[in-house]
């Protein structure tokens, strides 16, 4: 058995699953989006003044498909990024960094004295660069791993509590419709306010051309005046470029390499 290639690809579908959890949390999201909506309009329009039982009989199920859905909406968050601190998943070092290490080993290994040949280095180096890898790939897929089943245990809690809440939505239609069918026929009445009315837009153009012909008779009053500053003109602020994903405040991360002081 080629340990090898076993954590190699274990470690590659730990990172494969990672992308398929979150791409099925897509669809719970407008689900979700939905159930809100559905509590949102009946809430706002639900007559609660006519029936005292009948608004009981609707407040109770709102308020526990409100529960429900701050839950789901919880396990959804935990599953999608462990709300703002995210997850933290482990990969191999970048190629170029892999390769000076490589190097790295090459150069410790021609240092030996007595000194070997050039192939038995290169098979020393080769050595202790997959049993580097083996390591590295045991303890990403093992990182890797944990953050996975993490994901997937809110995954499960949030569509548990996602179908709790449709259930209680699906009893709110009974005294919701029951108020519709009541309320259907009668005209509501709405409280209008009257605020001071907008200003006469003609008097707003008016004002604007007094300004104008005032800034018009000052500059020709000034003639062939030589106009003059104390300050210099300010130099326009340079585009800012920021790379994706990098925090703008925060230097770049040096690597320092194995066998040297750089």
């Known amino acids: 058995m080629d340990y090898y290639d076993f954590y190699r690809d274990h470690h590659n579908r730990t990172l494969d699953h990672k992308n398929e959890i979150n791409t099925s949390l897509s669809t719970p999201i407008g689900i979700l989006t939905a159930l809100v909506a559905s509590l949102f309009y009946a809430c706002t329009s639900f007559e609660y003044s006519d029936n005292y039982w009948l608004t009981v009989a609707f407040i109770l199920p709102g308020l526990f498909v409100l529960f429900f859905l701050a839950i789901s ?12 601190n995210g997850y933290d998943y482990a990969y191999l070092a970048d190629a170029d960094v892999l390769g000076s290490y490589y190097n790295d ?12 040949t050039s192939n038995e280095a290169e098979r020393l180096a080769i050595i202790d660069f997959e049993v580097y890898l083996l390591r590295e790939l045991i303890t990403a897929a093992g990182i890797n791993q944990k953050n996975n089943k993490s994901k997937m245990f809110h995954r499960f809690q949030r569509h548990n509590f996602m179908t709790y809440a449709f259930i209680s939505l699906s009893l709110l239609i009974i005294p919701f419709g029951i108020d519709f069918g009541i309320n259907k026929n009668k005209e509501k009445t709405y409280q209008i306010k009257i605020v001071s009315p907008i200003p006469n837009a003609e008097a707003i153009i008016n004002t604007d051309r007094v300004i104008q ?10 003639g062939s005046i030589t106009v003059t500053h104390t300050v210099p003109k300010p130099t326009p602020p340079p585009t800012q470029m920021i790379r994706e994903g990098v925090n703008p405040n925060a230097s770049r991360p040096t690597v320092k390499r194995p066998g040297t002081n750089k």
């Not at 909406?73 to 703002?84: E, G, Q």
């Open 73 to 84: 909406l919880f396990h959804l968050a935990k599953a999608l990024s462990d709300f703002h």
């Open 105 to 116: 080993l090459l150069v410790h290994h021609n240092s030996t004295v007595p000194p070997i």
């Open 213 to 222: 012909d005032r800034q018009k008779k000052m500059a020709k009053n000034q």
